[in-house]
């Protein structure tokens, strides 16, 4: 690795005055807060919060329906990663199993609320297909639906990705030890997946723990922690010091997520290499697997099947006659196409920036010898396991007086934040592995540390920065929990707007807002896997 350079010690300690600003003080004021009140700083804002029947309710409420999905979107997302990897189902149907999981990745989670009631609802698409409601879809079973749909492409992710990192021999040597099925089963799978497993489960407890699109739509009177927040915080009578008490203690199941992760690191462990087999022919394997695995897509596509039918018809359910003036009607709203406009902007805006601090940040720790670079590590634990919610409100009560309130500036700068942890996870991974001496052969041929960094090191991860721009892009489209406290009028959101106009029962113009959303983020989606592909062609 190159010796320590003036640049890479101006990079390092931007980056670190960045997190400093914009993610330790927040948090410090954050805590803060919550012990002000008029006589000082006190336990009274915390007593007078844990005193208050309804927010205990809706903490086991949230922790209750959490619990259940992300145990039902790890059971699922083993079982399609499995189907993936251990069975002879045909190649393409593979593929298409890997597109249809992650579809619902593209929206914002308040447009899932408003599907399963246009698709489970009394005259809901769904129920006329099937004759009657299927369920109550208010309250807990419409969350348990949404948090489920929502969950599982990242908990699929994390499976899927750790299922590339086994090495089958140990299928093959465990048959020839005539173990039994599960016996096998747990000791060449189950087992080195342990952690992955675990990963799966507290991503998934945790984004169902702290969101507030789905709940914010179809949670009925089934209080969850998220809305009693929303509630305290841009309700009638603002309440800062008890907002920020609950965000503390929203921060309590992360926590617990956290020490599982590290009691489950112990699980883990490494492969010499990583060898593909052919598995064994098993057509009841292979068929119960691929039925299993359409049934859940199926299954989770049906619910956004009405979107793209309803804001095509004069008046769903009632009226079934074929019209556009639902979609005119939005593109001519300068108030709809401005919101979708600012929702561009922040995401570009988001993506650039973000690729340039998370891959800076990766950089100065996988390629330097700067003291202190572990920093980059701790803050991407936190930002991994910090509710959006609870950083846009202390966003909210560090910057309340300040000239950031209400610019695209500070929606922007906590999406970076919030959404740090994964592309500069997807870079450090990417640039450790890289020949360690270029810098230094770059050097010794005359050119300077960042014409190195331009001309060798950027375009052997090229790959990873596409990947990087599709996370970050994707995200900052569809976010809702992060930026609820932090929009104003002037720099209104798609995912906002929509949770205005539910109010006026404008569904239509959610559901059209909800497609530009949609083909947007597919658009962007698709770019990037043809640039990757493109990428790959040229390297064979």
């Known amino acids: 690795?190159?010796?320590?350079?003036?640049?890479?010690?101006?990079?390092?300690?931007?980056?670190?005055?960045?997190?400093?600003?914009?993610?330790?003080?927040?948090?410090?004021?954050?805590?803060?807060?919550?012990?002000?009140?008029?006589?000082?700083?006190?336990?009274?804002?915390?007593?007078?919060?844990?005193?208050?029947?309804?927010?205990?309710?809706?903490?086991?409420?949230?922790?209750?329906?959490?619990?259940?999905?992300?145990?039902?979107?790890?059971?699922?997302?083993?079982?399609?990663?499995?189907?993936?990897?251990?069975?002879?189902?045909?190649?393409?149907?593979?593929?298409?199993?890997?597109?249809?999981?992650?579809?619902?990745?593209?929206?914002?989670?308040?447009?899932?609320?408003?599907?399963?009631?246009?698709?489970?609802?009394?005259?809901?698409?769904?129920?006329?297909?099937?004759?009657?409601?299927?369920?109550?879809?208010?309250?807990?079973?419409?969350?348990?639906?949404?948090?489920?749909?929502?969950?599982?492409?990242?908990?699929?992710?994390?499976?899927?990705?750790?299922?590339?990192?086994?090495?089958?021999?140990?299928?093959?040597?465990?048959?020839?030890?005539?173990?039994?099925?599960?016996?096998?089963?747990?000791?060449?799978?189950?087992?080195?997946?342990?952690?992955?497993?675990?990963?799966?489960?507290?991503?998934?407890?945790?984004?169902?723990?702290?969101?507030?699109?789905?709940?914010?739509?179809?949670?009925?009177?089934?209080?969850?922690?998220?809305?009693?927040?929303?509630?305290?915080?841009?309700?009638?009578?603002?309440?800062?010091?008890?907002?920020?008490?609950?965000?503390?203690?929203?921060?309590?199941?992360?926590?617990?997520?956290?020490?599982?992760?590290?009691?489950?690191?112990?699980?883990?462990?490494?492969?010499?290499?990583?060898?593909?087999?052919?598995?064994?022919?098993?057509?009841?394997?292979?068929?119960?697997?691929?039925?299993?695995?359409?049934?859940?897509?199926?299954?989770?596509?049906?619910?956004?099947?009405?979107?793209?039918?309803?804001?095509?018809?004069?008046?769903?359910?009632y009226d079934s006659t074929f019209t556009w003036d639902h979609l005119i009607n939005v593109f001519q709203s300068n108030d709809l196409i401005g919101v979708y406009k600012n929702s561009l902007i922040v995401a570009l805006f988001t993506t650039f920036f973000g690729i340039l601090i998370a891959y800076s940040s990766a950089i100065i720790n996988a390629r330097t010898k700067i003291k202190g670079k572990g920093a980059f590590d701790i803050v991407s634990m936190i930002t991994n396991t910090l509710p959006g919610m609870v950083l846009g409100l202390s966003y909210l009560l560090l910057f309340n007086n300040s000239s950031l309130k209400g610019t695209f500036i500070i929606i922007i700068v906590c999406n970076i934040v919030h959404y740090y942890t994964t592309p500069y996870l997807m870079a450090k991974n990417s640039l450790s592995k890289m020949n360690p001496t270029w810098e230094t052969t770059g050097g010794l041929l005359g050119d300077s540390w960042f014409k190195t960094i331009y001309r060798v090191i950027l375009p052997n991860s090229w790959g990873t920065v596409i990947e990087m721009f599709s996370y970050y892009f994707i995200n900052a489209m569809v976010t809702i929990s992060g930026i609820i406290f932090l929009v104003s009028a002037q720099t209104s959101l798609v995912s906002s707007k929509i949770k205005e106009l539910q109010h006026f029962a404008k569904f239509n113009d959610i559901f059209v807002l909800s497609l530009l959303i949609f083909f947007t983020n597919l658009i962007i989606k698709l770019l990037c896997d043809y640039l990757q592909k493109r990428r790959s062609l040229k390297n064979i």
């Open 1 to 317: 690795m190159p010796n320590i350079k003036l640049e890479m010690k101006v990079i390092y300690m931007a980056i670190i005055l960045l997190f400093s600003v914009f993610l330790v003080l927040p948090m410090l004021a954050l805590f803060y807060r919550s012990f002000q009140t008029t006589n000082g700083l006190e336990l009274t804002n915390y007593i007078n919060v844990l005193a208050n029947g309804e927010l205990l309710t809706a903490f086991m409420n949230s922790i209750k329906v959490s619990g259940l999905t992300a145990v039902i979107s790890t059971v699922l997302a083993f079982m399609i990663a499995y189907a993936l990897h251990c069975t002879n189902i045909e190649h393409r149907y593979k593929s298409i199993i890997k597109v249809g999981i992650l579809i619902p990745m593209l929206l914002p989670t308040i447009t899932y609320g408003f599907a399963i009631m246009y698709s489970f609802g009394n005259q809901g698409l769904i129920t006329q297909l099937m004759g009657e409601p299927l369920f109550n879809i208010y309250g807990f079973n419409g969350l348990l639906l949404g948090y489920t749909i929502y969950t599982l492409p990242a908990a699929f992710l994390i499976i899927n990705n750790s299922f590339m990192y086994i090495d089958k021999r140990f299928m093959v040597v465990s048959k020839l030890m005539l173990d039994g099925t599960w016996r096998s089963f747990f000791h060449t799978i189950l087992r080195p997946l342990t952690g992955a497993i675990g990963g799966a489960f507290v991503l998934s407890f945790i984004l169902s723990f702290t969101d507030y699109g789905i709940p914010a739509s179809i949670g009925g009177t089934y209080s969850v922690v998220s809305t009693q927040l929303y509630q305290v915080m841009l309700g009638s009578i603002p309440n800062f010091s008890h907002g920020a008490v609950i965000a503390i203690l929203m921060l309590l199941p992360a926590l617990f997520g956290v020490f599982l992760l590290q009691y489950l690191e112990q699980f883990n462990f490494h492969y010499d290499k990583f060898t593909e087999i052919e598995m064994v022919e098993n057509k009841g394997r292979d068929i119960s697997f691929a039925l299993l695995s359409s049934l859940v897509i199926i299954g989770m596509l049906s619910v956004f099947l009405v979107m793209f039918i309803a804001p095509f018809l004069t008046s769903f359910p």
